[in-house]
Nanobody
Framework: QVRLVESGGGLVQAGGSLRLSCAAS????????KAWYRQAPGKQRELVAA???????NYIDSVKGRFTISTDSAKNTVYLQMNSLKPEDTATYFC?????????????WGQGTQVTVSS
């Protein structure tokens, strides 16, 4: 059974930094992308950053230059380094891993970790 466990969230002042981690356990066939999403109260969940199996990355415009996604394949862990945090970054952050094939895709989610940025 696949399980994703996030950690590293918390309360930080504006301008501060946090590093989120997502540890995956279980067997995920053909991992294609690892990503971080976030959801603020009353808003839709949005993609923050993603990294492909080929190490290509993409970021939502509002975090470019401030956030960095990385992965440690040996540990099956994906990270999100968040610098220069702003109050608008406040949200629950979710780890996501997609695998499988085009005809039989799989997707897994973590339970979320809260990030609160005070002004």
């Amino acid at each position: 059974q696949v399980r994703l466990v996030e950690s590293g969230g918390g309360l930080v002042q504006a301008g501060g930094s946090l590093r989120l981690s997502c540890a995956a356990s279980g067997n995920i066939f053909n991992i294609r992308t690892k990503a971080w999403y976030r959801q603020a109260p009353g808003k839709q969940r949005e993609l923050v950053a993603a990294i492909t199996s080929g190490s290509s990355t993409n970021y939502i415009d509002s975090v470019k230059g401030r956030f960095t996604i990385s992965t440690d394949s040996a540990k099956n862990t994906v990270y999100l380094q968040m610098n220069s945090l702003k109050p608008e970054d406040t949200a629950t952050y979710f780890c996501n891993i997609e695998g499988g094939t085009r005809w039989s895709p799989t997707t897994y989610w973590g339970q979320g970790t809260q990030v609160t940025v005070s002004s």
